[in-house]
T-cell receptor, first 111, second 114 residues
Framework: DAEITQSPRHKITETGRQVTLACHQTWNHNNMFWYRQDLGHGLRLIHYSYGVQDTNKGEVSDGYSVSRSNTEDLPLTLESAASSQTSVYFC??????????FGPGTRLTVL | DQQVKQNSPSLSVQEGRISILNCDYT??????FLWYKKYPAEGPTFLIS?????DKNEDGRFTVFLNKSAKHLSLHIVPSQPGDSAVYFCAASTFTGGGNKLTFGTGTQLKVEL
């Protein structure tokens, strides 16, 4: 069955370190998205991609970057982790339709 | 500027009764609306959706109503079951040239009590 996976599921890191969160989907979807979930804010869009070599900034992109070298993967990099980036991160993918399918999430703690 | 609002952070309903979750939006360009359900430690899962050209969509116990003039949608769950206890997110879609993008509300925690 097609699926979307995220790794690691839990990560603890220190302020200033570079961190990369992985997202891999086997749906063969062109569109992929990264969100963060925080209490009182719901799901906020960080970055998204509509295909290989395409990346776009979302509403909370500062301090994050993504790259899309193939259809299946959209890794999210925190260049220099900050305590404000402690959150739960979700990756999602979709085809041309509106419905997005989400991964299980990565809980990131920045100390 | 919160373009999609869920003004009730929580809702408690008795098993067997109706649950009504509400969502308001401000952007007239939204053309498709979705509801997602989220259990703790899991990713959101798609529940039901509605196009802006419709005013109602039904799928089993779940019905979504859209009132475009009021920029308001609601999710009805009848009858409510304990397994429905979860956080429900409303989302609205816009086309941004390369594809569709979703804007989410802040979520409503539904608790269905025995």
């Amino acid at each position: 069955d097609a699926e979307i996976t995220q790794s690691p599921r839990h990560k603890i890191t220190e302020t200033g370190r570079q961190v990369t969160l992985a997202c891999h989907q086997t749906w063969n979807h062109n569109n992929m998205f990264w969100y963060r979930q925080d209490l009182g804010h719901g799901l906020r869009l960080i970055h998204y991609s509509y295909g290989v070599q395409d990346t776009n900034k979302g509403e909370v992109s500062d301090g994050y970057s993504v790259s899309r070298s193939n259809t299946e993967d959209l890794p999210l990099t925190l260049e220099s982790a900050a305590s404000s980036q402690t959150s739960v991160y979700f990756c999602a993918s979709s085809d041309l339709a509106d419905t997005q399918y989400f991964g299980p999430g990565t809980r990131l703690t920045v100390l | 500027d919160q373009q999609v609002k869920q003004n009730s952070p929580s809702l408690s309903v008795q098993e067997g009764r109706i649950s009504i979750l509400n969502c308001d939006y401000t952007n007239s360009m939204f053309d498709y609306f979705l509801w997602y359900k989220k259990y703790p430690a899991e990713g959101p899962t798609f529940l039901i959706s509605i196009s802006s050209i419709k005013d109602k969509n039904e799928d089993g116990r779940f019905t979504v109503f859209l009132n475009k003039s009021a920029k308001h949608l609601s999710l009805h769950i009848v009858p409510s079951q304990p397994g429905d206890s979860a956080v429900y997110f409303c989302a609205a879609s816009t086309f941004t040239g390369g594809g569709n993008k979703l804007t989410f509300g802040t979520g409503t925690q539904l608790k269905v009590e025995l």
